[in-house]
């Protein structure tokens, strides 16, 4: 739902030129809001899986252009197998639950890290998502599964190496730009601003190219619980930082 004329109270009086585009979030503190009351951790990715809802339904709602979730990192194979099929089932879950509201509020499915090892019936979900909301021009949704950073840019640079070795390019010629159409994310913009859950300070493999200019903004809430206050709140915070990409002037967010 791109809807320009929807503005909440709490964004009320920040102008919508210093609102990020483009936000990211490191989705953490599942297992701890679980255990804090008792229950299995998959609980708390349970309700983890609602604020994901939550969240992407207000992103479109506000009229960003992008919200890049880390579902899944490279490294969490190493979790306990129940917990990852019981994980690789929730995105199941969502993808075929949220399909018909993904649609109808024109929001665009982007998955994005390595296809290797991720169940075939999770993959055709999610190749079925990005078939039917490809032509989408709303919020574009990407997430990250089976991602790890490091792995993208390797994964890149053996690419670009490929293709010089071939003599398809010339490696003269490779620039910031070349490399950054080589990551999983090519023809996106990178993010404004990176909101992370649960009191980490850490960026975790997550976007380490794409986040170079990111602002960051932490949270103690634990991601089952964090809901639109807690959005506008970062965008809030956002809004008031002074970006000035390495120069002395700040930039505009334009
Ligand atoms: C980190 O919490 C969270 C994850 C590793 C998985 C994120 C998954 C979800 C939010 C649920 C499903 C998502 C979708 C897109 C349907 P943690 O388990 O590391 O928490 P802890 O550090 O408190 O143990």
């Given at each position: 739902m791109t809807n320009a004329a929807?503005?909440?109270?709490?964004?009320?009086?920040?102008?919508?030129?210093?609102?990020?585009?483009?936000?990211?979030?490191?989705?953490?503190?599942?297992?701890r809001w679980a255990r804090s009351r008792g229950l299995p951790r998959i609980e708390g990715h349970r309700r983890g899986a609602e604020s994901v809802r939550c969240v992407t339904e207000e992103c479109a709602k506000l009229g960003l252009?992008?919200?890049?979730?880390?579902?899944f990192s490279s490294e969490n194979w190493r979790r306990p197998r129940d917990e990852?099929?019981?994980?690789?089932?929730?995105?199941?879950?969502f993808l075929i639950e949220q399909r018909p509201t993904i649609l109808k509020n024109h929001v665009r499915f982007v998955p994005i890290g390595r296809r290797d090892d991720i169940p075939a019936?999770?993959?055709?979900?999610?190749?079925?998502?990005?078939?039917?909301?490809?032509k989408a021009?709303?919020?574009?949704?990407?997430l990250a599964v089976n991602y790890g950073s490091r792995g993208e840019i390797a994964d890149a640079a053996r690419s670009l190496a490929t293709r010089a070795a071939r003599g398809e390019l010339d490696p003269?010629?490779?620039d910031e730009e070349t490399f950054a159409s080589a990551l999983n994310t090519a023809g996106m913009p990178d993010p404004d601003l990176l909101i992370r859950t649960a009191g980490e300070m850490r960026l975790s493999n997550f976007l380490l190219w794409q986040l170079s200019y990111a602002e960051l903004w932490v949270t103690p809430r634990l991601w089952p619980e964090f809901r639109q206050p807690d959005l506008h709140a970062a965008m809030r915070d956002f809004a008031g930082r002074e970006r000035r990409f390495g120069g002395l002037e700040p930039a505009t967010n334009a």
């Open positions: 929807y503005i909440p109270e709490a964004l009320a009086d920040v102008p919508r030129a210093s609102w990020p585009r483009h936000i990211a979030i490191i989705m953490d503190g599942n297992g252009k992008q919200l890049t979730l880390f579902a990852v099929n019981a994980l690789m089932d929730l995105y199941r879950k019936e999770v993959l055709a979900e999610a190749d079925r998502t990005v078939e039917l909301s490809a021009t709303g919020l574009t949704l990407c003269a010629t490779i």
